[in-house]
């Protein structure tokens, strides 16, 4: 009778187990993450969310400027190639912000678009995914794709969330204690240098509004 007993514990621990590996595959989330514009550092950010997301069993087919490793057999990435646009950037230590920015206007128009077009990245319109993660700066052409999949989708930023990002992702900001980062204002913040940083992030979404 013990070997009876001590067999039907195996097999009962067996059945559990196998349970639990199904429930798990059951939640996994198919996720497509598009992150193809920014530069080569956002990686670190955004690449250590997609191992934990495969990490928890979910798959993650990863949109990316760059040439981007990982080890983990959930995650599949895609390079997008040259839509690498902050290259073209001037120097933050030498060049104010706005004159940056201003040097790449042009490209900032088009990346988005062409990201999208790229051939690699229209192959995945034929396949299912279950969510969609996108950067909350310059990638909303790629909300083509929760319209056609009818699936919800996430904003993430790799840096503060201000102005306009901010509205976008649902987030609220603290222009007075954050300075926006288009000013290049130094702390400790003045008052007017908060009432700049608040009339600032307020414009960014007017102006955001606008273009909508």
């Keep these: 009778m013990r070997i009876f007993g001590k067999m039907a514990t195996v097999v009962a621990m067996s059945v559990v187990v196998m349970t639990l590996m199904v429930v798990q595959e059951n939640n996994a989330a198919r996720i497509l993450m598009a992150v193809p514009i920014g530069s080569k550092s956002h990686g670190n950010f955004y690449m250590p969310l ?6 928890r069993n979910h798959t993650v087919t990863y949109v990316t ?12 990435v895609v390079v997008v190639p040259d839509v690498n646009i902050y290259e073209k950037m001037p120097n933050l230590f030498t060049t104010d912000t706005f004159t940056a920015m201003d040097a790449i206007y042009d ?36 909300l083509s794709f929760a319209h056609k999949l009818k699936v919800p989708f996430i904003y993430i930023y790799s840096n503060k969330f201000v102005g306009a990002y901010a ?7 603290f222009p007075s ?3 926006n980062f288009a000013l290049d204002l130094e702390y400790p913040l003045t008052f007017t240098g908060r009432m700049m940083s608040t009339a600032q992030d307020l414009f960014d979404v007017l102006f955001n509004d606008w273009l909508g």
């Design 177 to 179: 204690l954050e300075a």
């Design 65 to 76: 400027g760059y040439e981007m490793s990982s080890s983990h057999p959930n995650i599949r």
């Design 107 to 142: 490209d900032l128009k088009e990346v988005c678009i062409k990201a999208l077009a790229f051939e690699a990245v229209q192959r995945l319109n034929d396949e299912k995914f279950d969510l969609l993660i996108l950067c909350a700066a310059l990638t909303e052409c790629f």
């Design 50 to 55: 997609a191992e934990e997301l495969a990490r």
């Design 167 to 173: 509205a976008l992702a649902g987030s609220p900001p």
